[in-house]
């Protein structure tokens, strides 16, 4: 990527200059088959047709009965949307789809070890196996509306049936990352009072059958301690019949699911009808605290809004075959591999493994196989992919129309790779920027008819509204070169309803910030707050920077640092501890731990050890540290806050900027001094960083 030179940055404003990329036009043979080519759909959805227009993603499901309000706006910031409107989940990703399309296949699902065939399960045997499901879940697990339940499961169709089936009852999901540890898990149940918990006992991964539910025991203990009891815990088993998992079953709450389901054969349940503005599930967050936020998503406008995301963006038609690689445990799999494909009637693959077992050529083996037509990932995964088979994708035969690339920026080499040789110069590439808090997108590029450019997620998405304030709430102009707070100035069918259990944090997170009135009900008056860095093109792109708070993306994947910090503190020997990104080729961030001792201790090799294993073991792997420093003390404002822009700097090379505020700037140097001949030892100097990334690290913190 060419970049001008001189960057300058302030604690209000980030100012970034970089040539603009070329834009890329969609090929006619995309254009020729697109949902959306009339330029008229977006007058269709500008403010002026704001909120209505909405009822063209909504006329995309099967009502119950109609709503009488598209958007009730009389309790400000808890938007309601589709207001009277009554539907079921479950019966539009499933039943609706039986009379014309009973034995295409729902899902396709492709096993890690490649000699186990992939397994298709067609709309009508999806339909037995959420209603036997629902059955067990409501009969045995004696679950009703309005509850809640946890999930721990992998990438097994065994998830999608276990959250139709809860969709089917109008019971909570609440999919926990399978990556993530036991004790992630119990703070989840606890937070949303599960009292039933769903897992596996093991899966793949990487050739290995991993030993999944002894995380389930840890799960149910940790609950207790924060005071919520687990009745049941529902074993699926990766080959029915085995159990794979050397964690006994505890008589009276463990039971396998598959012999429990011999009593439920060819049930069938009623789809309950709900309001739209019912619960669909919680999907948990890292913020700025160390407690999860469990994002609550709605029923209609949830639904609505992925449906016409996915038609539109994803461009899905009934008859593509659609992969999206993502874990399902993450937002981009509950909204872009579940609910949106499966409510359009397409057929959606889930593969259980890793992109690159046994060798890089694995996922073109399974695009060959399976004749995928949309391809979906985030940049972390083509960044891998790219570096171990660079050629690989040449070597087989299939043809994408279509590829997203989402979790976040891609850089503009990495985004020409996936064009050139993944997309193999055909497919078209939707860049889609959005959060766990959104529902589905935000911004990309409506693909047949917008332009794509590469590093640039595009212009706001059809009904959204995006801009750009400073610090004062001044709006930062298009093409001004300037970066700040990137906003959304409208409610949406997708946002989230609240945090659980904590609405007064809903409010301040995403509203407070830039709230005009707080005694008004104009939606005008609430812009949301994404918490994100970004920057708009004087075409009207946006290109995203990253998180302005204390969250750092690796691989795609929020990690809060202060849940990162609280299990570095879970270390006896330790005092003190700060979490920091630093660039990771293929990660894209990665995190690195800096602690102190407690008084009277000296450094050992082993702390560090005891550190990164304290944050795997509470957090998951994908959170394990690139590297521990043990440090003397941290650099400290005078009022005792740890400056973490000041370690970041230090890990990642750059200047760490203003140090008069510490009271123990001589700290720095030290530090400095100790990480970075370290690092130079260990061959782990970054390459030089480019103006969004400076500008990222020199913010990161700031709201210290
Ligand atoms: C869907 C998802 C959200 C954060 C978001 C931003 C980053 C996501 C991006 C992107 C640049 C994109 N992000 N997509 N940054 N370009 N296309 O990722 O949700 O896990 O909640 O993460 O990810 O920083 O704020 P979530």
Redesign the pocket.
């Known amino acids: 990527m060419a970049v001008e030179k001189d960057v300058q940055v302030s604690e209000a404003q980030i100012a970034v200059h970089w040539r603009e990329e070329e834009f890329y036009h969609p090929p006619a043979t995309f254009i020729a088959q697109a949902n959306a080519t009339d330029p008229a759909i977006f007058q269709r959805f500008s403010e002026e047709h704001f909120p209505e227009c909405f009822k063209e993603y909504a006329d995309l499901l099967t009502w119950d009965a109609y709503w009488h309000t598209t958007l009730d706006t009389s309790n400000p910031p808890f938007w309601k949307w589709f207001v009277g409107g009554r539907l079921n989940a479950s019966y539009n990703c499933v039943d609706r789809h039986l009379a014309t399309s009973r034995n295409k296949a729902a899902l396709i699902w492709v096993p890690e070890p490649e000699d186990q065939d992939p397994r298709a399960i067609t709309y009508q045997e999806l339909y037995c196996r959420v209603n036997e499901f629902a059955a067990l879940l409501r009969d045995f697990a004696g679950l009703k509306t309005g509850d809640r339940i946890t999930f721990h499961l992998p990438m097994v169709p065994e998830l999608p049936v276990s959250m139709l089936a809860c969709a089917r009852l109008g019971v909570i999901h609440s999919e926990v990352f399978g990556g993530f540890s036991g004790i992630a898990c119990g703070e989840r149940i606890a937070d949303s009072a599960s009292h039933i918990l769903v897992t596996m006992d093991g899966y793949y991964r990487n050739g290995e059958l991993i030993d999944h539910k002894a995380k389930a025991d840890e799960a149910v203990a940790k609950a207790r301690v924060l005071g919520v009891e687990v009745d049941k815990v529902l074993v699926w088993r990766r080959h029915p019949g085995q159990y794979a998992s050397k964690s006994r079953l505890v008589r009276g709450r463990d039971f396998f699911v598959d012999e429990l389901l011999s009593d439920y054969r060819g049930r069938v349940v009623e789809p309950v009808s709900m309001p739209a503005e019912a619960p669909l599930f919680l999907m948990y967050?890292s913020g700025t605290t160390a407690r999860p936020k469990g994002c609550q998503h709605s029923t209609g406008g949830y639904l609505a809004y992925v449906a016409g995301t996915s038609k539109y963006y994803q461009d899905i038609h009934p008859g593509d075959t659609y992969w999206c690689l993502a874990d399902i445990g993450?937002?981009?799999g509950h909204s872009y591999i579940v609910y949106g494909p499966l409510a359009l009637g397409t057929t959606s693959v889930i593969y259980e493994g890793v992109p690159t077992y046994p060798d890089p050529g694995r996922p073109w083996r399974i695009a060959e196989r399976l004749g995928v037509t949309i391809f979906h990932t985030?940049?972390t995964t083509i960044r891998m992919l790219r570096k171990l088979g660079p050629d690989e994708p040449k070597k087989y035969r299939y043809r994408f129309k279509h590829m997203t690339?989402?979790?976040?920026?891609?850089e503009p080499e990495v985004w020409r790779w996936y064009h050139d040789i993944v997309g193999k110069g055909t497919a078209v590439i939707v860049?889609?920027?959005?959060?766990?808090?959104?529902g589905g997108f935000l911004?990309?590029t409506l693909p047949a008819l917008q332009p794509m450019k590469p590093g640039s997620?595009g212009p706001g998405v059809l009904g959204i509204y995006p801009v750009i304030y400073d610090e004062n709430g001044r709006v930062v102009e298009a093409g001004s070169g300037r970066a700040g707070n990137i906003c959304i100035r409208n409610p949406w069918p997708g946002i989230f309803q609240t945090v659980w259990g904590q609405p007064e944090r809903f409010v301040q997170i995403y509203y407070e910030k830039y709230c005009q009135n707080k005694t008004s009900t104009d939606w005008h008056d609430w812009p949301y707050f994404?918490?994100?860095g970004a920057l708009k093109a004087a075409d009207g792109y946006f290109r995203?920077l990253?998180?302005v708070d204390d969250?750092i993306?690796v691989a795609?994947?929020?990690l809060g640092t202060k849940e990162l910090e609280s299990a570095s503190l879970t270390v006896d020997e330790v005092a003190e501890a700060a979490a920091v990104p630093v660039l990771d080729e293929l990660r894209g961030r990665a995190v690195e731990i800096y602690v102190s001792l407690k008084p009277g201790l000296a450094p050992r090799a082993d702390f560090e050890e005891k550190v990164a294993r304290a944050i795997e073991t509470q957090i998951g792997k994908i959170a394990r540290p690139k590297n521990v420093w043990i440090v003397p003390d941290m650099p400290k404002t005078r009022s005792g806050k740890i400056m973490r822009r000041v370690i970041a700097g230090i890990s990642n090379f750059t200047d760490v900027g203003d140090t008069s505020t510490l009271a123990n700037p001589e700290i720095v140097d030290e530090i400095r001094r100790h990480v970075q001949a370290e690092k130079v030892a260990r061959g782990e100097v970054p390459r030089e960083l480019s103006p969004q990334e400076l500008a990222e690290i020199k913010a990161f913190g700031r709201v210290e």
């Open positions: 967050t993450w937002i981009t985030a940049p690339t989402v979790g976040e920026p891609i860049d889609t920027w959005w959060q766990t808090e959104n911004c990309s997620c994404a918490g994100d995203i990253g998180r969250v993306n795609g994947h929020r």
